[in-house]
């Protein structure tokens, strides 16, 4: 009997989120006009470094510019671990509710335009489960008891700096990493919206002592930012485009 053979791509994806990063994950991306368009994953200089670091550090904590694609980065490193280890776990913290659905909606667009697509047992706005691996990403809005009670493989809290319960969530789910990965990442208050707590910025300002690794992403790591795109994006932000 002829043994049937695997898709070299899926092996390759399984072994290597690299790979997966850049062969599989397609995204919704937004136009100047607020129109989308869906996109293969463009592979920019810092990416590597992004994946070097979850390879090898435990303890992560970012600040980052807006726009870089950190929030699809991270919903696709969820969906690769969930699709290709056994009963991997999960979480992302966000501000709010909203936030954490839209977080869930990202992992969900990269599993729906997959070049495979494994089936899901469970599918709501905060939790994805396979059914093969029985692997789940879990979404929290930032309460004082988000992520108490699991025990996680990978915890992201994503805008950290605008959570209203971020020390609170952070001795809840700490314990619950202890053996897992943990991913913190802010930018900084800025247009609409301001920084609501502190423990960011201790994140960032005690490391390594704390035991986490930091590093800084400014808005010129993606391509086509330079000082004119700089000087347009000040004279925007402070109503004076145009004069």
Not at 87 to 113: M, N, P, Q
Not at 141 to 149: F, I, V
Request: glycine fraction near 6%; proline fraction near 5%; charged fraction near 25%.
């Amino acid at each position: 009997m002829t043994q049937p053979t695997l898709d070299p791509n899926l092996v390759r994806s399984s072994l290597s989120f690299a790979h997966f990063l850049y062969n599989d994950v397609w995204l919704r991306d937004v136009m100047p006009d607020r129109s989308t368009r869906v996109i293969r994953w463009e592979r920019w200089s810092f990416h590597d470094d992004l994946i070097a670091a979850v390879e090898h550090q435990p303890r992560l904590v970012w600040l980052k510019a807006r726009q870089l694609g950190f929030s699809w980065f991270c919903a696709a490193l969820h969906v690769w671990s969930a699709l290709f280890q056994e009963d991997y776990l999960g979480g992302v913290i966000s501000a709010g509710e909203v936030e954490a659905t839209e977080f869930l909606a990202k992992c969900r667009f990269i599993w729906e335009h997959l070049p495979y697509q494994p089936t899901l047992s469970v599918d709501n706005n905060l939790e994805l489960r396979f059914s093969v691996s029985r692997g789940t990403i879990m979404a929290f809005p930032s309460t004082a008891k988000a992520g108490r009670g699991f025990s996680f493989s990978r915890m992201i809290v994503d805008e950290a700096a605008f959570h209203p319960f971020a020390e609170a969530n952070y001795n809840a789910y700490e314990p619950a990493t202890e053996n897992g990965q943990i991913i913190v990442l802010s930018s900084a208050g800025q247009e609409d919206r301001q920084v609501i707590n502190d423990w960011f910025q201790r994140r960032w300002q005690e490391a390594p002592g704390n035991g986490f690794e930091a590093a800084f992403f400014p808005w010129s790591l993606r391509p086509g930012r330079d000082k004119v795109w700089e000087r347009e994006r000040r004279a925007r932000l402070s109503g004076r485009s145009g004069q």
